[in-house]
């Protein structure tokens, strides 16, 4: 692209500032901006003018979970179908591990925070011994896809190479980026990082399946024979990954995808919450739920609205690709930009400034005609770390790792 044209674009999209100091560029740095106004996705700004308009859902209803009662009773013939399903190398596992600790205090990726007390236990040294643990079950190496983004993937790279994965087989892990969106001021023009660099995020959770197909890693996947994809979040430390058990539940019920859900502690729980919209699974956001669905009862008087996801979702590639070319919702999020000034002057906010844009991996599964909720005990498969200190946090996670004999 050159000159001209990124004009051009920007014009398009009412965007004409980020050319502003390009006569001051070195010619690095106009090559670097060029490239990025080309690759860029600047029609997701238009919807910073929708922002208050209030999402419309369709009609909510309840979806029952498989429960642990049920998990128990059949746990050895769904493990057996997933520990088949994994031998045959129909399993791989796909980390989300784009965001970095900034609410833990630290400037480095999330997965590289360390929550040891008495010796160094990082957050991706967890996730991979829960993996190992698998691996050991079947005696055979499932795939591991890491999704970084441009914020933090050489170092998450660097990092991981040394120390060895923490005794995965490298040979299974692949690492790929996820694209990212630009971030804007609340009227809708993107912020500058630097003079030659606009400032972006990354595309939200929900944009890990087109990344994963645009590096080709997706392609490569399904050619050595991968049918199911276990995708999860980097930030909870607990959590079982390929779960046999899961694995052969899903598969055994017909489903084209599974998510495990833990039973709220409050009905007000900050967790999403499983459910059918229009007749098609769906994930309803805590803050989207109404006094009378919080209230509600299923036919046994129980809670309708019981069962909050925990980002451990299960999906079958062959429908994935299925979904892929449809646009999943755009959501506008408020967040803190740093940025250069009129002036030239980087700025840090206090405040949030600006919106970020993300699609969620939670609108998957409205996409896909069915989900299988699997209860997991949320004591031993929930230690989410999102803070310090207090709920879901790196004091919380220690008591709940502990609880479970792990040695921190």
Known sequence: MNYNEAFDKLHKFGQEHVLKDYSDLAEQEREALLKQID???????????????????????????MQLAEINEKKEKFTVLGIEAVKAGKVGAVLLAGGMGTRLGSDDPKG???????????IFQRLIENLMDVVKQAGSWIPLYVMTSDKNHEVTVKFLREHDYFGYNSSYITFFM????????YEGKVYMEEKWKISTSPNGNGGWYSSMYKWGV????????????????????????????????VIDSGCVSGAKVVKKCAPDEKVGVICLEDGRPSIIEYYELTEELMNAKDKNGDPAYYFGVILN?????????????????????EKKIPHLNEAGERIKPEEPNGYKFEQLVLDM??????????????NKEFAPIKNRTGVDS???????CEENGICL
């Open 112 to 122: 590289m925070y360390n929550i040891g007390i008495t010796k160094e236990v990082y």
């Open 39 to 65: 690759t860029t996705d600047f029609s997701v700004l238009a919807s910073c003018a929708q922002k208050q308009e209030a999402a419309k859902r369709g009609e909510i209803t309840p979806l029952a979970a």
């Open 313 to 333: 979702y299960l999906f079958r590639i062959s429908d994935l690709e299925k979904i892929r070319e449809r646009n999943l919702p755009l959501h506008v999020v």
């Open 178 to 185: 996820q694209e990212m969106a630009p971030a804007s001021n």
């Open 365 to 378: 599964i409205h996409e896909l005609d069915s989900c299988l909720p699997f209860e997991v005990e949320r």
């Open 394 to 400: 790196v004091e919380s996670a220690r008591i709940l």
């Open 218 to 249: 997706a392609q490569k996947a399904m050619e050595d024979g991968v049918e199911w994809l276990n995708v999860f979040a980097v930030d909870n430390v607990l959590q079982r990954i390929a779960d046999p058990c899961f694995v052969g539940a």
